[in-house]
């Protein structure tokens, strides 16, 4: 089955402590890409990845990073988390001219 | 600045009714425009859209696109209330896909 996997589904962290989301997709997709979703804001891309060790800028990329080693995995490093992080969060991968496929979530609560 | 708009933020509807969702864009680079449908987890994938005037259906849902005047519609006609969820309008430029703040219906028996 075609299919973005995300781990920690839910994930309850303190200030600071750096924490990785690992986000694996099936459909040998060369594009990646990561969202944070916020009530009022929508979906806002923080990176993204055309290809294996491309990675680029989204929208809103400040306090995170990612790497992209391997075709298949895309995770997201928060190196010093802070409250306003606390969000859902979706990774995503996409073929050429196909739709976006969504993993099912982090929701990730920084306190 | 890139964006997407979509209208309205919110709609309540009875059972039965016909509802139309609303998506304008500016984007630098278009390559297709998407609807999708979230019910509190993942969204799911609706219709891709990218040329004008050619509606999209399936089943009692259908979508178009105007390329002219940067926009596209989502109808859903004798609404049921399993289709009540956030509509989310995202555009592809190839390199980012940039999302609506989506439209939240809700379909009372």
């Known amino acids: 089955e075609a299919q973005v996997t995300q781990n920690p589904r839910y994930l309850i962290t303190v200030t600071g402590k750096k924490l990785t989301v690992t986000c694996s997709q099936n459909m040998n997709h060369e594009y990646m890409s990561w969202y944070r979703q916020d009530p009022g804001l929508g979906l806002r891309q923080i990176y993204y990845?055309?290809?294996?060790?491309?990675?680029d800028k989204g929208d809103v990329p400040e306090g995170y990073k990612v790497s992209r080693k391997e075709k298949r995995n895309f995770p997201l490093i928060l190196e010093s988390p802070s409250p306003n992080q606390t969000s859902l969060y979706f990774c995503?991968?996409?073929?050429?001219?196909?739709?976006?496929?969504f993993g099912q979530g982090t929701r990730l609560t920084v306190v | 600045e890139d964006k997407v708009v979509q209208s309205p933020l919110s709609l309540v509807v009875h059972e039965g009714d016909t509802v139309t969702l609303n998506c304008s864009y500016e984007v630098t680079n278009f390559r297709s425009l998407l609807w999708y449908k979230q019910e509190k987890k993942a969204p799911t994938f609706l219709f891709m859209l990218t040329s004008s005037g050619i509606e999209k259906k399936s089943g009692r849902l259908s979508s178009i696109l105007d390329k002219k005047e940067l926009f596209s519609i989502l109808n859903i006609t004798a609404t049921q209330t399993g289709d009540s969820a956030v509509y989310l309008c995202?555009?592809?430029?190839?390199?980012?896909?940039?999302f609506g703040t989506g439209t939240s219906l809700t379909v009372i028996p």
């Open positions: 995503a991968s996409r073929g050429p001219n196909t739709e976006a496929f």
């Open positions: 995202a555009v592809d430029t190839g390199n980012q896909f940039y």
């Open positions: 990845s055309m290809n294996v060790e491309v990675t």
